[in-house]
């Protein structure tokens, strides 16, 4: 049984670099003495150094929130490359999270940052989810797209460095999450494509998380009736007790 995995999306929190310190050490100390979880927290660039632990921690890694479209050093003022992500020790890069796609990221630059990171032998935590829902069915089609076009070009042999985060977006910063059961279902759809991208074999494996508005109350149901293998979270984990209280729970689960 691979263990759970927990991703805090700092997003642009918080607003200083000790209140960041303060944060990942309690994250750290709690994370460390789980048995069945993988916590990996996402601070904004300029903290990642500071946040990332000295020597390894057990269960315990960070992340970044995006790395660049470019893959070489060079004149790109304002980006950074996952190249320079992995040499600062960071193992994990979500890649096109609804607020990057709003601010511009089509399916083709996503899948740019994608196989950048990819490249870099670094984790992908790939993020998918549909604006709204519509009786027709037709976010379906928008999910699959999404899916589809963001694999384009990836080759199979780095499959299983992806990770899918399924976030309707309708879902996330709201004030519920999904329904569990909505949550199965689309997990087995989002598996179900990317086996039909890169074989049967990589879609029993691929691990899908779900993110939007999950808190330490919703938590364990979210992974226990939604079955999917960990949750990207936003504000909660930025909120030191409740991401804790979070991280407790998920590890109840056997
Ligand atoms: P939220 O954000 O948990 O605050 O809804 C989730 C996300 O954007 O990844």
Redesign the pocket.
Known sequence: MSKKLIVG?WKMNPASLDEAKRLSRRIKSVASKLQRTETVVCPPFPFIGQTKPKIPVKNFDIGAQSASIFADTGAHTGEVSANMLRDIGVKYVIVG???QRQNGDTDEIVSKRLSNVLTQGLIAILCVGEKARDEAGEYMNELKRQIEQSLNNIPAKMAGNIIIAY?PVW????KEAMLPEQIYETSLFVKKIFADVFGPEYGHRVRVLY????NFRNAFEIMTVGKVDGL?????SVNSPGFVELLKAVDKIS
């Open positions: 999306n999270h609804s607020e976030e879902a996330i910063g709201a993110g939007g508005s999950v990207l979270v936003g504000r909660e």
